[in-house]
T-cell receptor, first 115, second 115 residues
């Protein structure tokens, strides 16, 4: 089954404690990206990757890091989380044949709370 | 910079009735794509419908159709014969045709279906 898998789905952590949200896709997509969803603000892009070892900042990259060492994985790293990073996070992927012009495939979301 | 505006934070409709969700965008680009995504309570986002800007014909997918007005930069979604399963958050997305990296989401519209 084609899917984008994120983990963890729910996480409560404390300020300053490093955490990683994993994202994996099994569709051999070149493009992967991370978004945060906040009430009234919709989805905002954090980082994206056009291919392995190629990453770039989206609209709200501050406080986040990513890496793309393998095509299927695109982890989101919060080195020192702060309460303003409490949000719902989505990973998405798309293929070069369709993803660049076509639909994105989303994970189920990760609800992060930073105390 | 591109912007996407969904001016209706919430909408409700009676089951079996028709509802239209509005989306306007601002861009100086001439070639792009527009999408509507649905996010049900389960949170996973799925594509509803897609429109290429160069196509004058409005896209249709079963009960879902769009009214694409390029000059007015408007891209509304019409849901006919609304069903309880249509209840969700709906997001409008603008994407530049040449790269998936340049994409913008609207703030979302929460649609409630009244039985």
């Amino acid at each position: 089954e084609a899917q984008v898998t994120q983990n963890p789905r729910y996480l409560i952590t404390v300020t300053g404690k490093k955490l990683t949200v994993t994202c994996s896709q099994n569709m051999n997509h070149e493009y992967m990206s991370w978004y945060r969803q906040d009430p009234g603000l919709g989805l905002r892009q954090i980082y994206y990757s056009m291919n392995v070892e190629v990453t770039d900042k989206g609209d709200v990259p501050e406080g986040y890091k990513v890496s793309r060492k393998e095509k299927r994985n695109f982890p989101l790293i919060l080195e020192s989380p702060s309460p303003n990073q409490t949000s719902l996070y989505f990973c998405a992927s798309g293929g070069s044949g369709t993803g660049l012009t076509g639909e994105l495939f989303f994970g189920e979301g990760s609800r992060l709370t930073v105390l | 910079a591109q912007t996407v505006t969904q001016s209706q934070p919430e909408m409700s409709v009676q089951e079996a009735e028709t509802v239209t969700l509005s989306c306007t965008y601002d861009t100086s680009e001439s070639d792009y794509y527009l999408f509507w995504y649905k996010q049900p309570p389960s949170r996973q986002m799925i594509l509803v419908i897609r429109q290429e800007a160069y196509k004058q014909q409005n896209a249709t997918e079963n009960r879902f159709s769009v009214n694409f007005q390029k000059a007015a930069k408007s891209f509304s979604l019409k849901i006919s014969d609304s069903q309880l399963g249509d209840a969700a958050m709906y997001f409008c997305e603008w994407k530049h045709h040449q790269g998936a990296q340049k994409l913008v989401f609207g703030q979302g519209t929460r649609l409630t279906i009244n039985p």
